[in-house]
């Protein structure tokens, strides 16, 4: 499953996934900022496709993936859509219309912010 969270700043994003990850075993995703093209619609004529920016696995976490575009990400989640993914990078319509298009896929809309003082 991939849970992406929207929100206004402060919302509370990071800490509804912070929780997911923590409490629930899911695990983090994110998108570049630039990541509006698919890859190959991003690539120059005769170069390489971006890939995987990185992938962390340390000590008791088990990953952190980064990716250019939103096609990598969709074909790296797609293969493990029985894993657990959270994200909180839903740069414009293009990307959204990208993710809903997945049946593993669930939007969350968070509204307040989720801090207590």
Known sequence: MLTAICGGICAGKHEVAKYLIQHHGFLEVHLSNTATTSATEGSAPGTQSPCLDQSTVSGDEKGKYSFAAIDLLL???????????????????????RLVRRPFFLLVSINAPANQH
Do not use: A, G
């Open 75 to 97: 074909d790296f989640v797609t293969k493990r859509w029985q894993e657990r993914w959270v994200m909180t990078e839903i740069w414009n319509e293009s990307v959204l219309e």
